[in-house]
Every structure is written in C-alpha cells, then in structure tokens.
C-alpha cells in the first residue's frame, strides 16, 4: 500500500500496540499523516520504506500507546514532599495551603508545573480537576496535552472544612455546577479537540444529596461524563451514614450518578456490597495505587475488577509518573492475592493505563492503542540505559524498572510535542521558577494562619 502523503515515518522501535490482540512488533514501522497513524507494520513486511516528509530511526527505543492519567489534581504540586507524610487529607487540615486560597496567577504556575511533568513522563491526556480551571484549562493545552479538567464541584464552604464545619449551602452548589457548565461551554473541543470537561462533584461528603442529583441532570443534559472521589476515606463514608443513612457508593447509586460514565477516583473503603453495587453499574475505577500505598491503604481493586469495573489508573497528586503507578498497581495487586497470578501481568497494567482510561473517558474508538485509523498520541522510550537492560521482555522492564524519566519521545494528535527529553512547546525554566515562587507564598500564607 502507498503512503504518499506521511508527515512523519519512526522506524526501528519496538512498538507494543495494546491493541485487543496485544501485538508486539520488533522492528515496528509507523506512519502518521496529520493526526492519525495511517501504517503500522514489521519492517520485514514492507517491500520499502515510503517517503515521509521527517524520518526518524529509533533503534533502541520502545513505543507504546500515551498514557491516559485519569485522574489528578496538577495545583497540588504545591504541596510536594510534605503532604506524603501527613496522613489523610491534608487540604483539610490548618497550616497547608488549600484550594481556596491559590491565587489565579499562583494555579495557572502550578497547573502548568503539574501538566509539564505528565507530558514529559508520557501522559498523553489528564483528567484534571482543582480551581480556577477557566485559567488552568487553556495554560496546560498551550504545552501540547489533551486536557480534561473541571473545577471542583460541591456545596460545603471550602474554608471552612478544616474547621470542623460541614454545612452545605445551595449558592455554592449553585455557583460550582454553573461554572462548570460555562468551562464545557467555552473549552469542550477546543484547541484542535484536545479539551474537554467532566463534571467533578469534588465528592460525596463535600456534595449534598441534592447537589449530586443535580450534576447527574446536568451531565443528562448535556451529554457529560462525571468525575469524583468515591469512598477515598473512613471519614468520609462515616459522614455518609450519618448525614444520609447509606453508603456513598449507595448515595451515587440513588441519585443517578453510579454507571459506566462515572470515574470514581480511589474506592478504598468499600464494603462488599459497595463492590459488588460498583461492579454491576460498571464504574470506573480511578486507582491511585501509589498514592494510596503512601497513606498506608490498598483498594480492592481485584475484587471490584471481577465484580465488573473498569480498571484505570491515575496519578492523583504531588507525581505525574505513570509508569510507576502502573509497578505500583501491578505490586499491589499481588500483595492482596499473596501470589504472581496469570491476569496480573505487565499487559494488564498497561491497558489500565491506556485503554481503559481512554474507554473511561469515552475515547477509546480514537485513543488508547496503537492502530492505523486512531490518533497519534505515542511514547517512545529510549531502552538504552543500564536499568532496561538487558531486554529480553521490553514491556516487563518497562513496568518493573522503568521510570518516567526514561520517555525520550511524545506525539500528541501526530505533533511532537517532547523530543530528547525536553518539551518543544515550553519554556522548562520559566515553568519551574515560577511554580517554586508560587509553592513558597502558599506555604508561607498557610504556615502565617497557625503561628
């Protein structure tokens, strides 16, 4: 077949596709024209290489699908190597700078702090939620990223739950949702179709009954997907009980909100009807399993995989590593089943964080694997290095040893957009300095509340 009009033709690489046959090509050859790839073969199955406007060798290298970080909070860079220690939730805690206190100019520095260090690590797209998402949204697109993000939804005072104080108040709620409407309205499908909006109900604690009944109409309405944090703390299900008499699994249940269009981020405190409930409605699951590990919790990730759930994979706050979440997800999995079992493989773990999250999200028929007729939104990773080798099973090392810093390589919607390591379509130095500046006034403001 002729391919006369390639925009760019990588040749050499092994290519693991995470396709539905989990085909892996040795001396893989690809063709992107525009923004799809238009050829995908083993170069020993090619008469010749066509002609391509750019040709790169990669010998050495390994491509794989991007990565589709389903759910994180990039502002929450801000609290980076302190929050890991402090037990659960931080952002309700006094002396820790909390959403409602980040400056516009302060969310838009650590937003694109936070989008930059998934793009280099190989997410391809985030599902991001925080505040001042009008501002954060378009900040972090600039960089070359598919970008979901929402602002956080919900009816409790935010500056006022680290006090103790948890009443729900309808303008809040009202203003929230309506914000996140107007960000679907101005950024779904903007910047060549690489943005778009989830409704966030930040969770079912923060959310009144009420509140969550209406973000299910609205997503109803306009054909929205639905994220939030789902049973992420025995705080939060306590709440539940007694403010509602149920589960929070059961509350999203019975407002409409617990179906295949919802990413539920952690589950970790779900009974066993809860997994079983999630598992019917065929949620999915949003597993952070190394920011779980860090708080000392596992979720029941087997469990609610075999009830039904579609498994994904986010890096949540303070790291944008995905091919650590992936280790991470594979570890704990074993550790739960006390054994190395045939369906907890490194393939496994890849399409959490590939497919899946791009089925989460409602873009697997274009995103997810490598097939001729999707989009081009690769990694490429350069297995020249002491820690890959040598290799035998490119995708084991890969998940065992690999780590964000090996990406060499990304291509979003057929643009490079990271090449050798660095970022094409950012100033690194700006981006660090100033999330630095902004980390520093946040903790200064917050450690000034209790001193």
Not at 135 to 143: E, G, I, K, R, S
Not at 427 to 440: G, M, N
Request: charged share 25%.
């Amino acid at each position: 077949m002729n391919h006369p009009n390639l925009d760019l033709l990588l040749t050499g690489a092994t290519v693991i596709t995470g396709d539905g046959a989990r085909r892996v090509i040795e001396d893989g050859v690809i063709g992107i024209a525009g923004s799809s790839i238009v050829l995908l073969d083993d170069r020993a199955a090619l008469p010749a290489l066509p002609p391509a406007r750019r040709t790169l060798g990669l010998d050495g290298h390994v491509i794989l699908p991007g990565f589709v970080n389903v759910h994180t909070h990039t502002i929450l860079t801000m609290v980076r190597g302190v929050a890991e220690d402090m037990g659960f939730a931080p952002a309700y805690t006094p002396g820790v700078p909390h959403g409602h206190e980040v400056t516009e100019e302060e969310a838009v520095a650590l937003a694109r702090l936070g989008a930059l260090e998934a793009l280099l690590f190989g997410s391809t797209l985030i599902n991001d939620s925080y505040v001042h998402a009008d501002l954060t949204l378009p900040a972090m697109a600039d960089l070359g990223l598919r970008v979901y993000t929402c602002g956080r939804v919900h009816d409790v005072d935010f500056s006022r739950v680290h006090l103790g104080d948890w009443r729900h108040d309808p303008a809040i709620g009202e203003r929230t949702l309506n914000e996140a409407l107007r960000l679907h309205e101005r950024w779904g499908g903007q910047f060549g179709g690489r943005t778009g909006v989830q409704l966030t109900p930040h969770a079912p604690d923060t959310c009144s009954r009420e509140l969550l009944r209406q973000v299910a109409d609205s997503a109803a309405r306009h054909d929205m997907r639905v994220s939030t944090h789902l049973s992420q703390s025995r705080l939060e299900n306590r709440r539940i009980q007694e403010r509602d008499g149920c589960s929070p699994c059961e509350l999203l249940d019975s407002v409409g909100l617990l179906n295949e269009r919802l990413v539920a981020a952690h589950g970790m405190y779900l009974s066993d009807d809860d997994i079983r409930r999630a598992g019917a409605a065929r949620i999915n699951l949003a597993h952070v399993p190394k920011g779980n590990a860090t708080g000392g919790r596992i979720a029941p990730t087997r469990a609610l995989r075999q009830a039904g759930a579609n498994l994904t994979l986010g890096t949540d706050n303070m790291h944008a590593d995905m091919i650590e979440v992936m280790r991470w997800a594979l570890c704990m999995a074993r550790i739960q089943a006390e054994k190395i079992e045939d369906d907890w493989q490194p393939e496994d773990v890849l399409e959490m964080a590939t497919i899946n999250g791009a089925r989460a999200m409602g873009l697997e028929d274009r995103l997810g694997s490598l097939e001729v007729g999707k989009c081009a939104d690769l990694v490429c990773l350069d297995m020249r290095r002491p820690h890959l080798v040598p290799r035998i099973d490119a995708l084991g090392n890969i998940v065992h040893t690999g780590q964000g810093r090996d990406v060499a390589m990304v291509i979003i919607d057929g643009d490079i957009v990271v090449e050798q390591g660095r970022a094409l379509k950012a100033d690194q130095d700006r981006i660090l300095a100033d999330a630095q500046a902004a980390s520093e006034a946040l903790w200064e403001r917050a450690r000034a509340q209790i001193a």
